[in-house]
């Protein structure tokens, strides 16, 4: 598990938890919809842990979307939008539980100052 998805099985199972949870509210929430949550086609990715494990491997392993294709069994164009869906739930979901870093460097003199040593 930790060297697919960077998780031991104990983190990734409490992560697919929250995933779930916040896919529903995300679903919930949006605006416009003219169908119920879970209409439409049916999804590719359907469980929290599927999820979780599609979104944590393409962090993990950055392929490109031709190569995370072949491994999902889900075209290339899809893959591009499952990451874009699952990012920012991905991104609450550890803001939540207090695993995401502080640092944010958005220029050339954060990053120096944040590793003095790097330049």
């Not at 679903?27 to 469980?47: D, E, F, M, V, Y």
């Not at 999820?51 to 979307?65: C, E, M, Q, W």
Request: proline share 5%.
């Amino acid at each position: 598990m930790r060297a697919v998805f960077g998780q031991d099985e104990a983190k990734f199972n409490a992560l697919a938890e929250g995933m779930d949870a916040l896919w529903f509210n995300t679903l919930a929430s949006r605006k416009g919809r003219k169908r119920a949550p879970g209409a439409g086609p049916p999804s590719k990715i359907t469980s929290s842990t599927q999820k979780l494990a599609f979104i944590l491997f393409y962090l993990k392993v950055y392929p490109t979307f031709d190569v995370m294709s072949v491994v999902s069994g889900i075209n290339a164009g899809d893959c591009c939008k499952w990451v874009h869906k699952l990012m920012p739930l991905l991104a609450e979901l550890l803001g939540q539980q207090r695993a995401l870093t502080k640092r944010q460097i958005n220029s050339m003199e954060a990053f120096a100052s944040a590793f003095p040593q790097a330049v």
